[in-house]
């Protein structure tokens, strides 16, 4: 089972840690859930992204979504 709810849009770190994870992520989010019976997505956007995919579980979310943590801007 593949467990695709962690995208970072930053990463901590230097030059190369910073590199690692982004050739991490792409691999996972790209081919990683080819090779897994199942997939679990936690929001509309990846379940589109998945949507060829077979059994595949959307949770919904488990925290209060109108917090104002979950509506922060960045820069």
């Known amino acids: ?28 989010r790209n081919f990683l859930h080819k090779l ?15 949507r060829k995919c077979k059994n595949m579980i959307l949770l919904p979310p488990l925290v209060d979504t109108q917090d104002d943590i979950w509506h922060q801007r960045t820069g």
């Open 1 to 28: 089972m593949y467990d695709c709810t962690e995208w970072t849009a930053f990463t901590d770190g230097g030059l190369p840690q910073r590199l690692f994870k982004k050739l991490d992520e792409f691999f996972v």
């Open 36 to 50: 897994c019976d199942n997939i679990i997505v936690i929001s509309s956007m990846m379940q589109e992204k998945y």
